[in-house]
Each structure stands twice: as structure tokens, then as C-alpha cells.
């Protein structure tokens, strides 16, 4: 028995580093600034990492130090993603 994959309930749209993301259940559109979408994006691939791993593998990815103010602001990103329900709940 085959089983037909659900559709995506998210619409990701990108222009260079900056992008939306139409959300189906529940209407909503959300820009994405470059450090967010670096972030959902390292985060859509590696759900498993701790925020210090996705502060590790976000700086690499962007190509910034990996200071404490960049990982301030990458918790503090995720849990805005999180907030508005765009990643799962830690």
C-alpha cells in the first residue's frame, strides 16, 4: 500500500539571502532577514542541534565569528522562529 506524502503546510520563497514563508494552516506570511533564514535553514537540516551547536554551524555558515553577542542573537532568533510557530518548540 503506497501512501501519499502530505503537502508542505509552509511556502518558502527566497530572493539572494532574504526570503518569506507563507505559512497554509494558518494564513500567515513572515519575512525572513538573512540571519533568520541562515538560521531556519541550518535548523530545517540539523533539528538535532543545541542552539550552541546551531550558533557553531550558523557562524560558519555566514562566515562571522562565533562571538557572544552572535550567539545571544541566535537564541534569541530561535525562539522568535519558535514563537510565531515557524520551528518546533525545544
Not at 1 to 15: D, E, G, I, N, V
Not at 42 to 64: F, M, Q, W
Amino acid at each position: 500500500m503506497t501512501h501519499a506524502s502530505s503537502p508542505p503546510s509552509r511556502l518558502l520563497k527566497s530572493w539572494g539571502d532574504e526570503a518569506v514563508i507563507y505559512d497554509m494552516a494558518s494564513g500567515d506570511t513572515h519575512y525572513l532577514k538573512p540571519l533568520t533564514l541562515a538560521l531556519y535553514l541550518t535548523y530545517r537540516d540539523h533539528p538535532d542541534y543545541t542552539s550552541a551547536e546551531l550558533a557553531a554551524a550558523l557562524a560558519t555558515r555566514l562566515g562571522v565569528a562565533e562571538t557572544l553577542q552572535f550567539q545571544e542573537q541566535t537564541v534569541d532568533t530561535l525562539t522568535s522562529l519558535r514563537k510565531i510557530g515557524l520551528l518546533e518548540p525545544a
